[in-house]
């Protein structure tokens, strides 16, 4: 799949009024800090779509991308930010579950772990909230760039093992160069063509 163009929609603070846009859904979920809006400008080809920032827990709300005139991407807060308060927290936890309670329109999630720390529990946890929704998953592993090419396969059995998948149920990518890209985009269509199929 090529991205030819995409552009925002909306952002919501609540998701009780979400209607959907009548176009595949794919979420993209993972920890604060992990580079969840800079994927979503790095498939766009974009700098500036989605809002990044080194500091942790900058988005905030549920943003909505159209791409390819064709597919929604979703940029969720991130979870398990260590300095944001129980309440802020939870907030952010219920707007995450509330999405994937009310969205008709979900083909599936990408989620993302850093490739250099063993997913945490709330990772876990996540996994399996999506296993336990039956939501297909795609899993990504970030900031490639950041370890040498000899540690690739060690930081992959880590990540597997912790989040209890095979190994070739992740992609390694960075959104810096761009690795990994191509292979991430294939399995975003196949989400978008079964739930295509399905609906059909
Ligand atoms: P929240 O919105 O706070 O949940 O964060 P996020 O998951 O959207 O992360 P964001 O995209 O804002 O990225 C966080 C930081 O990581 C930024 O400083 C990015 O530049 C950096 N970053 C993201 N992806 C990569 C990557 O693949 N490689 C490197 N080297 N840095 C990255
Ligand atoms: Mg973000």
Redo the contacts with the bound molecule.
């Keep these: 799949m090529e991205i030819k163009n995409a552009k925002f929609l909306k952002s919501e603070s609540g998701i009780s009024s979400y209607a959907g846009f009548g176009l595949p859904e794919i979420a993209?979920v993972?920890?604060?800090?992990?580079?969840?809006?800079?994927?979503?400008?790095?498939l766009a080809n974009q700098n500036k779509l989605?809002?990044?920032?080194?500091?942790?827990?900058?988005?905030?709300l549920v943003n909505y991308f159209l791409f390819n005139q064709n597919f929604v991407l979703v940029?969720l807060?991130?979870?398990g930010?260590a300095k944001a308060s129980k309440e802020e927290q939870g907030k952010w936890e219920s707007m995450i579950t509330g999405y994937f309670a009310e969205s008709d329109f979900l083909a599936g999630v990408v989620m993302?772990v850093d490739i250099r720390h063993t997913p945490t529990e709330k990772d876990k946890q996540m996994l399996e909230y999506l296993y336990t929704y039956n939501i297909p998953t795609i899993i990504v592993a970030?900031?490639?760039?950041?370890i040498k090419p000899s540690q690739m396969e060690s930081r992959k059995v880590d990540i597997c093992g912790t989040l209890k998948v095979a190994k070739d149920n992740i992609i390694l990518?960075?959104?810096?160069?761009r690795y990994g890209k191509d292979k991430v985009l294939a399995k975003m269509e196949q989400l978008i063509e079964n739930f295509k199929e399905e609906r059909a």
């Excluded at 970030?142 to 950041?146: E, F, G, L, M």
């Design positions: 993209v993972g920890r604060s800090n992990v580079g969840k809006s800079s994927f979503i400008n790095c989605a809002k990044t920032s080194s500091t942790p827990g900058r988005t905030r940029d807060p991130g979870y930010f993302l970030t900031k490639q760039d950041k990518m960075s959104n810096q160069t």
